[in-house]
């Protein structure tokens, strides 16, 4: 994956060079990925989507407090890559069930039958599975032989042609075989040339209704690049695709556009490989490859602090609009707590804290001592806000001594505490009310005023 990787990485060094994005920036920045893209033989259709998205959510949405326009840029690029490549969720590849039968298809030279083996590998290793591997491909000269010895490398076992030459009795007695050695995972490999295309996908049909395979995946060769679709689809004509191998992703600069062109076709990659020999399979997982592919280390902590803080900015909006409608809950309390607790002193909210609610003075020079000190107590207030039931958060109205109790117990504090709470939710609750009855327009650091009526209070 050198190749891709390498202009990819210059695509990154670039954005990371910018000290300022202007409109004219941006063009230039977005034309630059779109011929990044373009060399790794993604579609053009594809290109043009996610640089529209990246351009259209740059302009629109607000570049959080704290981030780098050029930060976000790479953090828009990673989402729209993802996105592209089948999302956030890595694929399942457990069997759900067994004995599992799962079936390669594929043209010729793909890597069917090195992948054939590979998945025997990694199942018999990681997923510690009894695993058998059966060639019905009579075609290909050496074909048996090929698995043989791969199966042989392995130590798995295997059934080839003993003679006959006839491919769907191979794939039943092969299956019969299997099943008598207790084998959990069949994994049967297929020919990929034929006479015809036509008569060679006829095959595959009916080794389809022999087998009745709970999986069919497609091996696709990562230098077809872009064509990978048209492939995918020629073989959906006759069996159902439920997944795909990509294979090669070590020799081609065009990896990237087979894995994007066959994501269109809504199979699942679950697997790519990434050289000749056994080992070298991956499960494929979207977040993590573009991740390598943009060569950046610390993209996830900045992705991770982008999503925490685009939550807040929501957070913050249904706080103030709890407040303004005087509806303010336990929950609304809740949730206040959890993005502080994710974002620590970076929060808005967090200056939002009435200074005198906690220890220490929420200020702009706090110390570390300080700190720790107020973050032990939101961790204790947010355990005995976990603690409650979500009527009770809505409703604290009805938390009467012994669910207090229950409260304390459940969360490992005091019942003290748990009233500590209360009071200041109904200070909070009080003075709302109070303010919303005076008609006066909320002040957006209103819990900032409450410092004052804490302090009656003792806390
Ligand atoms: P089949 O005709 O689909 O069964 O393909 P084969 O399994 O015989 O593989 C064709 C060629 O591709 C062989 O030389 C394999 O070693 C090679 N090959 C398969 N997978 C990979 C891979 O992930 N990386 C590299 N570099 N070569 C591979
Ligand atoms: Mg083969």
């Known amino acids: 994956m050198k190749a891709l990787f390498e202009s990819f990485s210059k695509l990154v060094a670039k954005i990371r060079g910018l000290t300022y994005i202007d409109e004219e920036t941006l063009r230039e920045i977005l034309k630059e990925i779109q011929r990044t893209l373009l060399k790794a033989d993604v579609s053009v259709?594809?290109?043009?989507?996610?640089?529209?998205?990246?351009?259209?959510?740059?302009?629109e949405s607000k570049v959080p407090e704290g981030v780098h326009p050029k930060d976000y840029l790479l953090y828009l690029l990673y989402t729209e890559l993802v996105n592209a490549l089948g999302g956030d969720v890595p694929p399942q590849v457990d069997i759900p069930k067994r004995p599992y039968k799962l079936m390669l298809v594929g043209i010729e030279g793909c890597g069917k039958t090195?992948?054939?083996?590979k998945l025997a590998y990694f199942y018999t290793k990681n997923k510690k599975l009894k695993v058998g591997l059966i060639q019905t491909d009579v075609h290909r000269p050496g074909a048996?032989?090929?698995?043989k010895q791969l199966a042989e490398k392995i130590g798995v076992p295997f059934y080839g042609d003993p003679g006959h030459g006839d491919p769907y009795r191979i794939a039943q007695e092969g299956i019969e075989h299997m099943l008598k050695r207790g084998v959990d995972l069949i994994i049967i490999d297929?020919?990929?040339?034929?006479?015809?295309?036509?008569?060679?996908?006829?095959?595959i049909k009916r080794l389809y209704d022999i087998v009745k395979p709970d999986e069919v995946m497609l091996v696709?060769?990562?230098t077809s690049g872009k064509q990978a679709a048209a492939q995918a689809e020629a073989f959906m004509k006759y069996v159902p695709i439920h997944s795909i191998f990509v294979t090669k992703m070590d020799s081609t600069a065009r990896g990237g556009?087979?894995?994007?062109?066959?994501?269109?076709t809504g199979a699942k990659i679950k697997f790519i490989g990434t050289g000749e020999d056994v080992e070298e399979i991956e499960i494929f997982n979207p977040r993590r490859f573009v991740a390598r592919l943009l060569g950046l280390g610390d993209l996830e902590t900045l992705v991770e602090k982008i999503r925490a803080l685009e939550e807040e900015e929501k957070i913050v909006k249904e706080?103030?609009?709890e407040i303004e409608e005087g509806k303010i809950t336990l929950l609304t309390l809740k949730k206040q707590l959890e993005t502080i607790m994710k974002l620590g002193p970076l929060s808005k909210l967090f200056e939002l804290l009435p200074t005198s609610m906690f220890p220490a003075p929420v200020l702009k020079n706090i110390s570390d001592e300080q700190l720790q000190l107020t973050q032990q107590k939101l961790k204790r207030w947010y355990a005995i806000l976990q603690s409650m039931t979500m009527e009770e958060l809505l409703n604290p109205d009805i938390l009467d001594a012994s669910r207090i109790r229950r409260i304390a117990r459940g969360s490992g504090t005091s019942p003290k505490e748990v009233r500590e709470l209360l009071q200041y939710y109904q200070l909070i609750k009080r003075?709302?009310?109070?303010?919303?009855?005076s008609r006066k327009r909320l002040p957006k650091s209103l819990l900032k005023q409450i410092d004052i009526n804490l302090g009656e209070l003792g806390m």
């Open 45 to 59: 259709e594809i290109v043009y989507s996610i640089t529209k998205n990246i351009e259209k959510k740059f302009k």
């Open 431 to 437: 003075l709302v009310s109070d303010m919303k009855k």
């Open 190 to 203: 297929t020919a990929g040339r034929h006479k015809s295309e036509t008569e060679l996908m006829e095959e």
């Open 114 to 117: 090195t992948s054939a083996a």
């Open 319 to 321: 706080v103030e609009k």
């Open 220 to 222: 696709i060769d990562a």
């Open 257 to 264: 556009g087979a894995l994007m062109s066959v994501i269109k």
């Open 144 to 147: 048996r032989e090929q698995l």
